[in-house]
């Protein structure tokens, strides 16, 4: 279940909750996501701990940068840190599985 509040034109609140009947696994997070004409930041954390920002900048029309970051410091120390080239596609969205 995913619920996004729009606060103005260029920035919006969510929250998502998953609920698995059978392993009764909980998971929920927060999360924002701000848009401007050039650039998108988006954030979010989760109930694991797992914090997650996503930077994309319109470089010419059609073509984004991407630069991600990952971090999962409570459970498994695990930090992630992505750089990317994208021709013709939007920006994905830190909520989309």
């Known amino acids: 279940m995913t619920y996004v509040h729009k606060i103005s034109k260029k920035v919006s609140l969510a929250t998502d909750f998953a609920y698995n ?4 696994d909980v998971k929920a997070g927060v999360g924002y996501d701000c848009n401007s004409k050039q650039s998108r930041v988006q954030g979010k954390i989760d109930s694991n701990g797992v914090v997650s920002a996503l930077l994309g900048k319109e470089l010419y029309v059609g073509l984004e940068c991407l630069l991600s970051a990952n971090l999962d410091h409570k459970n498994k120390k695990d930090y992630k840190l992505g750089l990317s080239l994208a021709y013709g596609s939007p920006v994905t969205t830190l ?3």
């Open 21 to 24: 009947c059978f392993s009764r």
């Open 95 to 97: 909520f989309v599985k």
